[in-house]
């Protein structure tokens, strides 16, 4: 019998230009954030058709330098989805601030009416998440944040809240690069949006993050920028390049900053990405998700994940397959099957409130029906960019034999 091939669930895309670019920058004598870093951002701001971006190690230091820009601390409140990964939530507790966590939607994203509810007068921020690559319905958080009556109970307590007058919508896009909104691309479509570059995702740097901003009047977004990028270097006032330069050498630290900026290895690995993203990489994702969407199409307890519409299409990050009425016992069940056949499936995600931590806190699962519903349901599929066509058929057919095996037992 010959050994079965694991299928794996995610691995990155490596190959002879990702290494010759990565080689090419180690030999180059700048390592660190450098001109490879700045090329990076200059496209990102290009491609997601927002104002300014800047790189950093990774999604949740971005998430976090934005919630300090704005002043989010002690009694301030965050909304973000219960069904998301702990990053979301983890940050907004760093500042010392608390997360309302909210219910999500059938698409698996943030419910626009219980982020309406949760709204006080603490709320600082609106966090939604575009769960699998899907965009959230931006038009209707745009709407909300301005509704008058919202508006009204705002009470800023620093200079950039009071600058804004409103509830930021800071969007967490660590799955959605490349993502589409009624004509709009994933960057554009909230005040700031954090992409995630980490080893999983889409567009990998093995770790990294980017922030879009797109903040509207009075703010100066390369203001901005320039304010960020030093609290990524400690509140250095000049960063390691510019320190470079001949005779250049004295520096001053305009406030205790942190240590998250994406060096130059990083920042070469994500060129070579986004340079073939919309013709290579997006197109054989979007492939995958159309074959499994075909193979399982005929199968009555298959519910298939929205990827496209005519308002909104996904990065096709995560295939989110659910079943009809199972149990999240059954679930585990099947995911137990599929493992035992050399397929690694995953699930997107826990919800936070059955997380010890977020328990501990007082939250309660029972409060979120509808994201207990979907995680208690849902397998993540394996989608990347070497899963070839017979590849996807074994995955669909041990899914199917294990689904099947599973349900026959009841
Ligand atoms: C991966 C992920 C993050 C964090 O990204 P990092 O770059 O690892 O910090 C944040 N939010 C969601 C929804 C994620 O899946």
Redesign the pocket.
Same mark, same amino acid.
């Given at each position: 019998m010959t050994a079965l091939q694991i299928i794996p669930f995610s691995p990155p895309r490596i190959d002879q230009k990702i290494i010759d670019a990565v080689t090419e920058t180690l030999k180059s004598g700048w390592i660190t954030t450098g001109p490879k870093t700045k090329v990076f951002e200059k496209m990102l701001t290009a491609y997601g058709g927002h104002q300014s971006t800047l790189c950093l190690n *990774? /999604? *949740? /230091?971005g998430?976090e330098l934005i919630l300090r820009w704005l002043g989010v601390g002690p009694g301030d409140e965050v909304i973000v989805p219960a069904y998301?990964?702990a990053?979301?939530a983890n940050v907004v507790i760093h500042c010392g601030a608390r997360p309302i966590f909210v219910d999500s939607g059938e698409d698996l994203n943030i419910d626009i009416r219980s982020v309406r509810k949760a709204i006080t007068t603490r709320t600082k921020v609106i966090m939604p =998440?575009d769960?699998a690559g899907l965009p959230c319905d931006y038009d209707a958080l745009n709407a909300l944040i301005r509704e008058a009556e919202i508006l009204k109970i705002f009470s800023p307590s620093s200079e950039p809240q009071s600058q804004l007058g409103r509830i930021l919508l800071l969007s967490?896009a /660590? #799955?959605s690069l490349g993502g589409w909104y009624k004509g709009n691309r994933v960057g554009s479509l909230a005040d700031v949006t954090v992409y *995630?570059? #980490?080893a =999983?995702?889409n567009l990998t740097t093995a770790? $990294? $993050?980017a922030v879009c901003l797109n903040l509207p009047l009075p703010f100066n977004n390369e203001d901005v920028y320039m304010h960020l990028n030093a609290k990524s270097l400690h509140g250095q006032n000049k960063d390691a390049l510019a320190k470079f330069q001949v005779g250049n050498w004295r520096y001053d630290i305009i406030e205790a900053g942190y240590k998250c900026n994406m060096t130059d290895i990083q920042a070469a690995m994500g060129i070579v990405e986004l340079e073939r993203y919309d013709d290579d990489m997006l197109p054989a994702r979007q492939q995958i998700f159309t074959h499994y969407t075909s193979l399982f199409e005929g199968k009555k307890w298959a519910q298939l994940p929205e990827y496209e519409s005519s308002d909104r299409r996904s990065s096709y990050h995560v295939f989110a397959l659910r079943i009809h009425n199972i149990t999240e016992m059954q679930r585990d069940d099947i995911i137990q099957a599929i493992f035992g056949s050399g397929v690694s499936v995953n699930v997107h995600f826990v919800p936070l409130p059955m997380m010890s931590f977020y328990k501990e806190q007082g939250w309660d699962m029972a409060q979120f029906p509808v994201a207990y519903d979907n995680y208690s349901r849902e397998i993540s599929l394996p989608v990347y960019y070497d899963l070839n066509a017979d590849l996807v058929e074994r995955v669909a057919r041990t899914v199917i034999n294990a689904v099947e095996e599973i349900l026959d037992r009841k």
């Amino acid at each position: 019998m010959t050994a079965l091939q694991i299928i794996p669930f995610s691995p990155p895309r490596i190959d002879q230009k990702i290494i010759d670019a990565v080689t090419e920058t180690l030999k180059s004598g700048w390592i660190t954030t450098g001109p490879k870093t700045k090329v990076f951002e200059k496209m990102l701001t290009a491609y997601g058709g927002h104002q300014s971006t800047l790189c950093l190690n *990774s /999604a *949740s /230091a971005g998430l976090e330098l934005i919630l300090r820009w704005l002043g989010v601390g002690p009694g301030d409140e965050v909304i973000v989805p219960a069904y998301t990964y702990a990053a979301t939530a983890n940050v907004v507790i760093h500042c010392g601030a608390r997360p309302i966590f909210v219910d999500s939607g059938e698409d698996l994203n943030i419910d626009i009416r219980s982020v309406r509810k949760a709204i006080t007068t603490r709320t600082k921020v609106i966090m939604p =998440v575009d769960i699998a690559g899907l965009p959230c319905d931006y038009d209707a958080l745009n709407a909300l944040i301005r509704e008058a009556e919202i508006l009204k109970i705002f009470s800023p307590s620093s200079e950039p809240q009071s600058q804004l007058g409103r509830i930021l919508l800071l969007s967490d896009a /660590a #799955h959605s690069l490349g993502g589409w909104y009624k004509g709009n691309r994933v960057g554009s479509l909230a005040d700031v949006t954090v992409y *995630s570059f #980490h080893a =999983v995702k889409n567009l990998t740097t093995a770790e $990294g $993050g980017a922030v879009c901003l797109n903040l509207p009047l009075p703010f100066n977004n390369e203001d901005v920028y320039m304010h960020l990028n030093a609290k990524s270097l400690h509140g250095q006032n000049k960063d390691a390049l510019a320190k470079f330069q001949v005779g250049n050498w004295r520096y001053d630290i305009i406030e205790a900053g942190y240590k998250c900026n994406m060096t130059d290895i990083q920042a070469a690995m994500g060129i070579v990405e986004l340079e073939r993203y919309d013709d290579d990489m997006l197109p054989a994702r979007q492939q995958i998700f159309t074959h499994y969407t075909s193979l399982f199409e005929g199968k009555k307890w298959a519910q298939l994940p929205e990827y496209e519409s005519s308002d909104r299409r996904s990065s096709y990050h995560v295939f989110a397959l659910r079943i009809h009425n199972i149990t999240e016992m059954q679930r585990d069940d099947i995911i137990q099957a599929i493992f035992g056949s050399g397929v690694s499936v995953n699930v997107h995600f826990v919800p936070l409130p059955m997380m010890s931590f977020y328990k501990e806190q007082g939250w309660d699962m029972a409060q979120f029906p509808v994201a207990y519903d979907n995680y208690s349901r849902e397998i993540s599929l394996p989608v990347y960019y070497d899963l070839n066509a017979d590849l996807v058929e074994r995955v669909a057919r041990t899914v199917i034999n294990a689904v099947e095996e599973i349900l026959d037992r009841k």
